[in-house]
């Protein structure tokens, strides 16, 4: 018992030390970002000597005193695999690591999709079998974060990394995969593609609390949202019909309340609750940009659709300051046809409104939609027009990007002259006559039009419309085969002339 008593006494004199632990980001077969400072972090007991070494470089730092850390690595050269060792009271080594592009695949339910439907019901390539059984790249890797919605922000994900195999690759994003898998191809260097997605989530739910709060436009949402999460966790048990209303956000859906109230965090519409579970422990995991797929959650009018263009550029400046790489590549996917009540042109336009901030993209989806699934199931052309605005911009290879642009108007003698920017070697209609051109005169109702190419420009008329006034291509919810397109294969996104 004495021995016992002296071991205890000595414990409680010298308490032992926290084992040393990185971020669940840092583990075996992950991607580490070339060519910029690369962040590694993790936790230690308080004051602990933590001391990282990957490929001889050597960095060393204490613990504070909540028992964080962080080093930097200088710039990385592409290569591996590497083993990267962490030490202090304990020692972990990390096997496998590349180094090569890590980009960030976010948004909701069409980022999430997956290559294989067996992983989701709703998933699955249109060749998913002949894609799984080509997917033998060791150099490009996966981290699937796991779904999580939180009210404070977290300070870890849950996920790990995965080679790409035949194995593995049915439960990839399949967008991301697709993105990933050409941008391996074309570099032959490894890329990482980092996954943070959720089903049916809206672009605010993705923006950090000090932000929604010190915007005049978001606090009401926020302050909806407190106000529902303070009632809940007094009353949790009251009906649904006793429950504040619920905040307006851009995800307008009416009904009645729930017979039974839910808890206001776990709804993936409200403000924060995926940044502060999947975005904020993933800070500041040095990436070269992201692909964002969202925007479906938009339903009905307003104040949905005039707010969000603000909401989705909230999300790029806030992440692009947070992340403290400066602008970095973010690209959006525009919203692909659908005969439903979202995925209707003024979404899709408001989408483009990312066009508005430096280092931005769009890539255009509008002819590979299905009209009553709203994951069309079609992505490899999504994969080839995301990666094409990727080596474009960010790899300055010589390749068209875009589909034509409209830039500008002149009024003909009764018709319409459209200018465009992005010719990829000129203006094609596809498959027959151009389509889905509308005019309106002075009146304001837009009325089909015949259209037809002259050299680099469109013309658009209609005989019983004398003064026309304004031009509309493809401004319906599915405009089934509009057909304007660049020699370089790439669609028009839907555009109007007019600002009515």
């Known amino acids: ?253 009416l009904g009645p309340p729930p017979k039974q109230q839910r808890d206001p965090v776990q709804d993936q519409h409200q403000p924060t609750v995926l940044f502060n579970g999947m975005i904020h422990p993933a800070i500041p995991y040095a990436i070269r940009g992201v692909i964002w797929y969202q925007g479906e959650s938009i339903v009905g009018g307003d104040p949905g659709v005039t707010l969000y263009p603000h909401v989705q550029n909230a999300v790029v400046t806030e992440w692009r300051a947070l992340w403290g790489e400066g602008d970095f590549p973010f690209y959006v996917v525009q919203l692909a046809a659908l005969a439903n009540i979202s995925n209707n042109p003024r979404v899709r336009e408001g989408q483009a409104a990312v066009l508005s901030l430096p280092n931005t993209g769009m890539a255009v989806t509008i002819d590979i939609g299905d009209e009553k699934d709203v994951h069309p199931h079609n992505k490899e052309p999504l994969g080839d027009r995301l990666i094409r605005i990727a080596l474009a911009n960010v790899y300055h290879r010589q390749v068209e990007f875009s589909g034509p642009v409209y830039e500008s108007m002149r009024i003909e003698r009764g018709a319409v002259r459209l200018k465009f920017s992005h010719l990829g070697g000129g203006l094609v209609a596809k498959g027959g006559p151009l389509k889905w051109f509308q005019v309106a005169g002075a009146d304001r109702k837009f009325v089909d039009a015949e259209a037809h190419l002259d050299g680099d420009t469109v013309v658009v008329s209609r005989a019983d419309v004398t003064v026309p006034q304004a031009v509309r291509y493809a401004w319906d919810n599915y405009p089934e085969g509009c057909n304007l397109y660049n020699a370089a294969g790439l669609p028009s996104a839907p555009f109007r002339t007019d600002k009515w």
């Open 1 to 253: 018992m004495k021995a016992r008593g002296a071991v205890l006494l000595v414990l409680s004199i010298f308490p032992l030390a926290a084992a040393v632990k990185p971020a669940a980001l840092f583990g075996d077969h992950m991607v580490l970002q070339g060519g910029m400072p690369v962040p590694v972090w993790g936790t230690a007991g308080a004051g602990e000597q933590v001391t990282v070494l990957l490929n001889g470089q050597r960095r060393e730092v204490a613990a504070d005193a909540a028992g964080k850390w962080m080093v930097r690595l200088a710039d990385l050269k592409p290569g591996g695999p590497y083993e990267m060792t962490i030490a202090g009271a304990n020692t972990i080594t990390i096997q496998d690591v590349l180094v090569g592009e890590v980009w960030l695949g976010s948004g909701q339910s069409n980022m999430a999709f997956t290559v294989s439907k067996k992983a989701a019901s709703y998933a699955g390539l249109v060749d998913e079998e002949k894609e799984i059984a080509a997917a033998n790249y060791p150099k490009l890797r996966m981290f699937t974060g796991k779904n999580l919605k939180s009210y404070e922000p977290q300070a870890d994900l849950q996920g790990q990394w995965l080679v790409c195999t035949p194995e593995t690759v049915p439960g990839f994003s399949a967008v991301a995969y697709l993105f990933g898998r050409n941008l391996q191809k074309e570099l032959d260097t490894p890329v990482g593609m980092l996954v943070l997605a959720y089903g049916a989530s809206t672009a605010e739910a993705w923006l950090p609390r000090e932000t929604v709060a010190a915007d005049p436009l978001l606090k009401p949402m926020l302050d909806g949202f407190d106000a529902a999460v303070a009632f809940y966790r007094q009353n949790p048990q009251a009906p649904g019909d006793q429950a504040p209303a619920p905040p307006q956000t851009i995800n307008a859906r």
